[in-house]
């Protein structure tokens, strides 16, 4: 969704010569609130918008970005630097998954070289990582709970408030919180049994696989014969059969499911709902806001549309307007459009929509020929600016070959370009 948004402000916040007055390598430009972007297409890109700022080297190679005193950087998927507020020491420099250094936000201080040892903080959901010689012997904590491995994953102990688990994986596993539940495994995943103990729904049962399960609590039944392939639930407000899975699989209550699979499958839950046909390959989904409706409708990977439809009459909208609409045909082109702002693109390598790194620093190089209107303006841009031409209720202009000839009228003046010189009228300098 946050793709989306940036991708229809773009749309909305600029003339239309102004965003395609730029060339594939170089552009600097400025918006009207301010926000500022200047790049050097492919190798640096640079984009500030209050106290936001990003800057790209040869993306995704290489990102740094910033949020008033924070700032964080990336090296491909692999390496991470960050500094936090300055009110702190908290920082980190990670090149995973080899060195970890930094200070957590309890100002403690961590180092480690995977996987001869060392102490990783605020990592993998753990507040702390402490090992020696990985898989031979690691310790975690989160909050209160103290987990020891030895030789992971075979060996296992965990120890806080209200929770006991130990393991020796695949012979024998514990699971127990206190006043929730007990599970337990033997030779798995062969036996699994589980005793609920909570008052909310008690109960319990086992799964000796591959034959047979059961489960059997206050409010739900659950059966399985050759698990997973055939299962039946029962509960208060939901049931559920899959014979076998994942080919049939049939829900009814809270969650709807048909699911022929690979010919068709529908699944609706609560505001969402979602349709496929000859998975992977086509696929319809729906998602209900609180005043509008959003349609998504793809044919993998070659094309996708969505489309924003008003359920209720706001200040902007009547009820059935379709204010946001776009199309990709992959790898060819493109259209969007939100409220009065629209755009064409031609050509579309990139098979997601709105990815702002490719928006940044690469689909100029391979956009062919784009059409933009926006603010009752519309402009041309082709062959990377070769080419290009705006016109508005008070403006007509043309270039060709970056200034080497052209035309422009603004209202009674007429300016001609001709080998990059300007002759005729000439605007008044504010």
Request: proline share 6%.
């Amino acid at each position: 969704m946050r793709l989306r948004v940036f991708s229809l402000l773009l749309l909305s916040s600029m003339s239309a010569f102004a965003e395609i007055d730029g060339d594939p390598l170089y552009a600097n430009l400025t918006k009207a609130n301010g926000a500022t972007f200047y790049a050097w297409r492919p190798f640096y890109s640079s984009s500030v918008e209050g106290e936001r700022w990003r800057k790209d080297y040869l993306w995704p190679l290489y990102t740094r970005k910033g949020f008033k005193d924070e700032q964080y950087s990336r090296l491909l998927f692999f390496g991470y630097s960050a500094d936090f507020s300055p009110e702190t020491d908290r920082h980190r420099t990670w090149l995973l998954p080899l060195y970890f250094q930094g200070t957590s936000a309890q100002e403690e201080n961590y180092f480690a070289l995977f996987p001869l040892g060392g102490k990783i903080c605020e990592f993998l959901g753990r507040d702390r990582i402490v090992f020696a010689l990985f898989p031979l012997y690691v310790k975690s904590q989160i909050n209160e709970v103290n987990t020891t491995t030895v030789l992971w994953p075979i060996a296992s102990k965990t120890s806080g408030d209200r929770t006991q688990r130990f393991r020796i994986w695949p012979l024998y596993g514990s699971n127990h919180l206190q006043n929730e539940f007990d599970k337990k495994y033997i030779l798995w995943p062969i036996y699994n049994s589980v005793r609920y103990t909570n008052d909310r729904n008690p109960g319990g049962g086992f799964i000796l696989f591959p034959l047979y399960g059961r489960i059997i609590t206050e409010h739900a039944d659950n059966y399985w014969v050759i698990p997973p392939f055939f299962h039946y639930a029962k509960s208060d407000q939901q049931w559920t059969l899959n014979a076998p899975w994942p080919f049939i699989q049939l829900a009814d209550g809270e969650v709807y499911k048909r699911y022929f699979w690979p010919l068709y499958g529908r699944r609706e839950h609560g505001t969402f709902s979602k349709q496929f046909f000859l998975w992977p390959f086509v696929w319809n989904d729906e998602t209900e806001y609180t005043a509008h409706v959003q349609h998504r409708r793809r044919l993998v990977p070659l094309f996708s549309y969505e489309s924003a439809v008003a359920t209720k009459a706001t200040d902007g909208h009547e009820i059935d307007e379709v204010f946001s609409r776009y199309w990709k045909l992959w790898p060819l082109m493109s259209w969007e459009r939100n409220e009065e702002a629209s755009r064409f693109r031609l050509l579309e390598l990139w098979p997601l929509r709105s990815t702002p790194g490719i928006e940044r620093n690469w689909a100029p190089w391979w956009t062919l020929y784009k059409r933009t209107t926006a603010n009752a303006e519309t402009g041309h841009h082709v062959l990377w600016g070769l080419y290009r031409q705006t016109r508005s209720p008070e403006r007509f202009e043309w270039s060709l070959l970056k200034g080497f000839a052209g035309y422009k009228k603004k209202g009674e003046r007429r300016t001609v370009r001709f080998l990059f010189m300007a002759f005729g009228d000439k605007e008044e300098q504010p």
